[in-house]
């Protein structure tokens, strides 16, 4: 039986991601808050860390321009409290990406809704190179449905290669994959990496052809930053 992609499904394996409200206002900072229910209905208090973390957050618009990856702070009655600001009206899918204590990683998703008149933007066109803060960053691989995929990523700043890349999560880069049209989400595992840039190397699968966007967090100078690119996958 062909597996279900990650973050399609609000409750899986006997989890479910339950939000307190899924209407959020647009522009305003709020104190968003959610659990996660276990298969005894009571909210999940255990979580194993992984990537230094909990859980992940990620927050991305419908229409993939806009992404946001946070780190809630769980409380003891296991409800996860962050700052979330949605900016612009419009659907937005969230993610809670996470390792029960007794279990398997899981990615359950759930739909956010900011009210107000919204027009989609289209998916950017298929982009190799992204540029951000001043860093240029560029996009090495193809993807391959049904088959383990090789992505390099290069950062340069000024037409130099960045070599004291920080950190971040336990590696120089994460990496979050989203198929467009339902958002199925991939966990892309970097490869560890013996010096600090200017290339990080990625693994993932993807489940079909399609477009997909990347979205690459990278720290340095202190900073976090988020670069993103378009990827078609094609059989080959």
Known sequence: ?????????????????????????????????????????????????????????????????????????????????????????????AFADFVPEQGENLTLGVDLFA???????????????????????TLIGDLAPGAASKLTVSVAKDGKPVTDLQPYLGAYGHLVALRSGDLAYLHVHPEPSPTPGPEITFHTEVPSQGGYRLFLDFQHGGKVRTADFTVQAHQH
């Not at 006997?14 to 522009?27: K, N």
């Not at 946070?70 to 612009?88: I, N, Q, R, Y």
């Open 1 to 93: 039986m062909q597996q279900v992609p990650r973050g399609l499904q609000v409750s899986e394996r006997g989890f479910a991601l339950v939000p307190e409200s899924s209407t959020i206002v647009p522009g305003e900072k709020t104190d968003f808050r959610f659990s996660v229910a276990g298969v005894d209905g009571r909210p999940l208090t255990a979580y194993k860390t992984e990537h230094e973390k909990k859980l992940h957050f990620i927050v991305v618009s419908r229409d993939l321009g806009r992404f946001q990856h946070l780190h809630p702070e769980l409380g003891g009655d296991g409800v996860w409290s962050v700052p979330l600001e949605l900016p612009a009206a419009g659907t937005y899918r």
């Open 115 to 137: 009210p107000g008149e919204f027009r989609p933007e289209p998916a950017p066109g298929s982009t190799r190179m992204a540029v951000v803060d001043g860093y240029e960053v």
